[in-house]
């Protein structure tokens, strides 16, 4: 399948992902793979006695779970050419060990750029826990394809292969 070129995106579209618990199993991973060992998020008993009273998730991985459901949404599959930044990120709630989460997507910006196989998409982004709480919000800007560049790129790969 093949993602969507930026024209075929229109400012004020909203998609919503499928969801995705957020297991111990996940934050341990994290916490090795980031480096981050803060107590709040491997040490249950430390957790425990503070204001929150569990352990959470990490709010990076919070972000890095965002990239993922969007992913799943297809979205740009082979037409998103790079990130090009995150801004005016939020984490509004904690995400907890057992939340189940979604994203809901919602185009501000779609535009092509003065290169004729480029545009640039931006979309908010809310992660959502199964309350439906906004535990995380930000805008994310992509640099996807246009439906030129991807034609090109289809033709490119035809006579490479």
Request: with cysteine.
């Amino acid at each position: 399948m093949t993602g969507k070129c930026i024209e075929d995106f229109t400012v004020g579209e909203v998609a919503v992902s499928p969801g995705r618990t957020v297991t111990e199993t996940d934050v341990v991973t994290y916490s090795w793979v980031s480096g981050d060992t803060n107590p709040m998020h491997t040490d249950a008993e430390y957790s425990a006695r503070s204001p929150l009273g569990q352990r959470i998730a990490h709010g990076t991985l919070g972000m890095s779970i965002v990239t993922g459901l969007s992913a799943r949404l297809g979205h740009l599959d082979g037409t998103a050419i790079a990130a090009l930044g995150v801004d005016e990120w939020r984490f509004e709630k904690p995400i907890l060990l057992g939340d189940t989460v979604t994203l809901r997507t919602t185009v501000v910006e779609a535009r092509t750029t003065s290169r004729p196989d480029r545009g640039v998409l931006v979309r908010r982004m809310d992660l959502l826990n199964q309350r439906g709480e906004r535990v995380q919000t930000g805008l994310m800007t992509t640099m996807v394809l246009t439906r030129a560049g991807l034609a090109a790129k289809t033709d490119e790969e035809r006579r490479t292969s």
